[in-house]
């Protein structure tokens, strides 16, 4: 045994509470858990819900396919194992980041409801409880496969992806999701808009 | 393929850069890395100066085995192959919090020179690179042993724990830690100020 945990539960003396860091920041940690179709909409709305709390003074920070998939879970491939490791992973850093006190925005396609479900569970569980809000970008698939800025609905149509989501691989649409945003009637500024008051309302920001 | 993160790449507009963050929260992400042997007091002093700092006024947060190996670490072993992944998974996430802007101070036993020097890289290869702090806790096995507040040591010694680093394991010093804190010949207090006078001369806190 390299590390055996409970040899530091006796030791260490003054720990932070969640609260502390919080009361320091002037917000509550929470994870808001983006999840939806490719090109969906999901990481725009995730990155300017980022970049216009942190205008505002507040902590967020966007995980997303940049700084997991080359990093944290690069040793990860797409078998169903590896997709339900992926996202518990993920799961599992946004929880440290909502401990944290930070405003934590995540941005996957998540198509299994069971996984995500499970990412839920991790917050419920956390004591006390982490706020987990669930955000279903509900993008119909047309106008994703209109965007496709990277052309990969049109690989997958031809077969040269397989698997991929919405072509040959199911997107389970959240059941209750916290917040629905509907991204091809609404502008960007007015889904980030309701994102960022649906925090205030929740008492995640500051009025 | 469920995440194609390049689909994310044309979208979003708006990232927040690094210095955004640190601005916001006066003060320099880094990764403070405490090695040492079981029991050589790196949670203590970890938390202490986790304590120190978030009293006045800063963002910092300890990774260690409590919210690490009963989290994203808790599918894995203690394998030779467990142990590298367990050090490279902390090493990914603590790279995540410092590029947020925290202060992150992470307690494990890391005993391997390769593993750690492995986080050190991922560290320097970050755009811009980030700090990596590595802090031997350099506290003589007797004196570990002397405090065993869970009686490991005692039980590696009758033969009941296996592979215990500092017993039937080796533990590898770093060469060049940034610093060594020597708990055995100073009080707490002092290596918690040393450690932050560091940060405070390396700029990463304000003077």
């Known amino acids: 045994m390299t590390e055996i945990k409970a040899t530091n539960v006796v ?101 299994y409801r069971a996984d995500r479900d499970l990412v839920r569970k991790l917050h419920e569980e956390a004591k006390p409880a ?17 965007r496709d800025p990277k052309g990969l609905y049109k690989k997958a149509r031809a077969g040269e992806i397989k698997n991929f989501t919405g072509v040959d691989d199911p997107y389970e649409a959240p059941l209750k999701p916290e917040l629905v945003l509907k991204t091809a009637e609404k502008s960007l500024e007015d889904c980030v808009a309701e994102l960022a008051s649906y925090l205030q309302k929740q008492g995640f920001l500051p009025a």
């Open 130 to 146: 982490l706020p987990f809000i669930e955000v279903y970008i509900d993008t119909p698939v047309n106008v994703c496969e209109e």
């Open 11 to 111: 030791w260490h003396h003054g720990h932070v509470e969640r609260g502390g860091r919080e009361k320091l920041l002037g917000q509550k940690g929470c994870t808001i858990w983006l999840t939806g179709l490719p090109s969906s909409g999901k990481s725009t709305v995730g990155f300017s819900l980022e970049h216009l709390l942190v205008q505002q003074g507040r902590m967020a920070y966007v995980l997303d396919g940049d700084n997991i998939r080359h990093g944290l879970n690069k040793n990860l491939g797409f078998s169903a194992e590896d997709r339900a490791e992926n996202i518990r992973r993920i799961g599992e850093v946004a929880k440290l980041f909502a401990d944290a006190g930070i405003i934590t925005i995540t941005s996957f396609v998540s198509p």
